[in-house]
């Protein structure tokens, strides 16, 4: 059967009836622990009431009028976030590559505003993802998105992971910002080490640099805080925002500091969509919960029984898992296996997984997940573990009988 869908993706042949929390319904009528998120997108689980009801709500009032006119909504939700982070202003996208568009533009027109246009060029780090924009492939610098796409945007240097002297030589007087993600999502669950992050603030400040941090997947939770940022003593000019912070709603937001955002002025940039009073009551309605009392300690608490669980897994499989790594509910699992083995093997558990970079499994959950919920995951993946032994212990007998 052909489909008439453009074949971009590597479609898993599994499809979805409805959602109930960390619950996913197969149209097989199984029932799936979702610990995917649909790539840390569905941050309060699926079906959640108070989305429901922001959302069917705002659905019967209005939708859309475009940014030709004030939209309340919205400058709540800003306030909002503004209120609870280092930044003075929000502008408001559908996804996230627009988000970091948006980051771009600004750290270029800083620059140009203060009668420096020559300052232009970004530093970002190999096994970055930013998207998949003409810009943002450009930004991540991976090979494999670049391909055939035509010449690559000018103004991108990518410098190693972790690497003090080769940033600090990639600094020159092009330079406008460094960019990076506090734990590289889709680079295999890598988090940048504190002391690096301090020295990328210090850098910049001595190199009058923006600081951008690319927080779509680490942002709105879920690591524990309500940014990653906040683990690492340091604050950035700008961030770029979205997958949960509109829970399973196309959404993103670029956020910055006054200074940062001082380029931008009526006109220099703009989105149809963006900023929608739909979006916008959802947003609100996702912040509602994150932002209510003790969730995100719940959601920290939660996500080192995780990681405890994980460590003891890794202990009880040796021959499947080789490394844990991450925060909060941005796990990471390094396999011995390929990844898409482990994560076949757990989806016959009924258990949904996410592949990264450097043969990395992700476990994204909601982070509205119960303890009990890490426990039902755990025998699951448990399961899975066994079956991989049982599989390769068979592989090797059939090879010691050749
Ligand atoms: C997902 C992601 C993006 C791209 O977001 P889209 O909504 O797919 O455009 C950019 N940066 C990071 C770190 C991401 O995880």
Redesign the pocket.
């Known amino acids: 059967m052909t489909s008439p869908l453009l074949q971009t993706y590597a479609r898993a042949d599994l499809s979805f009836e409805k959602g109930e929390g960390p619950w996913l319904i197969g149209r097989d009528g199984e029932r799936y622990l979702d610990f995917g998120a649909g ?1 840390a997108v569905n941050a309060l689980g699926h079906a959640h009431p108070h989305l429901v009801k922001a959302l069917t709500e705002q659905a019967a009032k209005l939708w859309h009028t475009s940014n030709l006119y004030q939209i309340p909504e919205g400058e709540r939700l800003a306030k909002r976030l503004v209120e609870n982070t280092f930044a003075d202003v929000v502008f408001f996208s559908n ?4 988000a ?1 568009e948006a980051a771009i533009k600004m750290a270029r027109k800083y620059h140009a505003s203060k009668g420096h246009p020559e300052r232009f060029r970004i530093i970002t780090f190999e096994g970055a ?4 924009t003409l810009a ?1 492939i450009a930004a991540g610098g991976q090979a494999k998105y670049l391909e055939g796409f035509g010449p690559k945007v000018e103004g991108f240097d990518q410098v190693p992971f972790d690497n003090l002297e080769a940033l600090k030589a990639a600094i020159g007087p092009e330079t406008a910002a460094i960019m990076i ?1 506090p734990i590289q ?2 680079g295999g669950i890598r988090p940048v080490p504190n002391p690096f992050m301090r020295e990328l603030r210090g850098l910049c400040d001595a190199h009058g640099l923006l600081l951008i941090f ?1 927080e ?2 680490t942002g709105v939770g879920r690591t524990g805080k309500l940014f990653a940022y906040e683990w690492t003593g340091v604050t950035p000019d700008i961030m ?1 925002v ?2 949960g912070i509109g829970g399973g709603f196309p959404m ?1 937001a670029c956020l910055a500091t006054a200074e940062a955002a001082s380029g931008m002025t009526v006109g220099s940039h703009g989105t149809t969509f963006g900023g929608n009073p739909l979006a916008m009551a959802v947003g609100n309605a996702v912040l509602d919960v994150i932002l209510a009392p003790s969730f995100l300690e719940r959601v920290e608490r939660v996500g080192l029984l995780l990681k405890q669980r994980l460590a003891e897994l890794k202990d009880r499989h040796p021959a499947v898992i080789s490394d844990v790594r991450g925060l909060g509910l941005m796990m990471g699992l390094r396999t011995n296996v390929p990844n898409t083995d482990f994560i076949a093997a757990a989806r016959a558990q009924k258990i949904i997984l996410i592949a990264a970079g450097d043969n990395v499994t992700r476990l994204l959950p909601p982070l509205i997940i119960s303890d009990e919920d890490v426990a039902e995951a755990m025998n699951r993946l448990d399961a899975a573990c066994t079956a991989i032994e049982t599989e390769l212990k068979a592989t090797a007998q059939r090879g010691a009988a050749e």
């Open positions: 790539i996804s996230g590559a627009e970091n993802f930013h998207g998949r943002t993600e999502g889709e690319d779509i997947q770029a979205a997958k993103g």
